[in-house]
């Protein structure tokens, strides 16, 4: 009688994905550039980023929310909370999203997001990936994204 159970649970395989269905939650959406274009792994500006600041971009990566209201980090990858710190953490390159509305409020962490920003450089910043250099600033959802 156990061999057929053993048998059925033999059978029985996560599903397969599609390398091309993988391939869509990376490909950039519409003319958006990755995050990985403005910022570096450890958070300092993208070489020539600093020829951009003051220019409109649409950029897209994961949301993480911070401390405080309308300031998110975006990131190349999702975050994961920390259960010592309670903090997201995620690796990669990451800009700050300084935002001039709610539009990001309620988005899920876990799905890339599309933001349109004007770019801006602090000069303090870059020494973690929780403090980049590069901010986006008046940040929002494309409409054509929410």
């Not at 996560?14 to 792994?41: G, H, Q, T, W, Y």
């Not at 962490?109 to 901010?135: C, H, K, N, W, Y």
Request: charge should be neutral.
């Amino acid at each position: 009688m156990r061999k057929p159970v053993l048998n059925g649970i033999s059978a029985i395989r996560p599903p397969a994905f599609a390398a091309s269905e993988i391939m869509a939650v990376r490909a950039a959406p519409d003319n958006a550039m990755p995050v990985s274009e403005l910022s570096s792994a450890n958070g300092r500006a993208a070489k020539g980023i600093e020829r951009s600041a003051g220019r409109s971009v649409t950029v897209w990566g994961y949301l993480s929310a911070t401390a405080t209201p309308r300031v998110y980090l975006l990131s190349e990858e999702s975050a994961a909370y920390c259960q010592m710190c309670g903090i997201s953490h995620a690796g990669g390159p990451s800009v700050m999203l300084r935002c001039r509305d709610d539009s990001f409020v309620g988005v899920s962490d876990i799905e890339p997001v599309v933001a349109e920003g004007r770019i801006s450089l602090r000069t303090m910043g870059g020494e973690t990936f929780f403090d980049p250099q590069v901010e986006l600033l008046e940040a929002s959802r494309p409409a054509k994204h929410r």
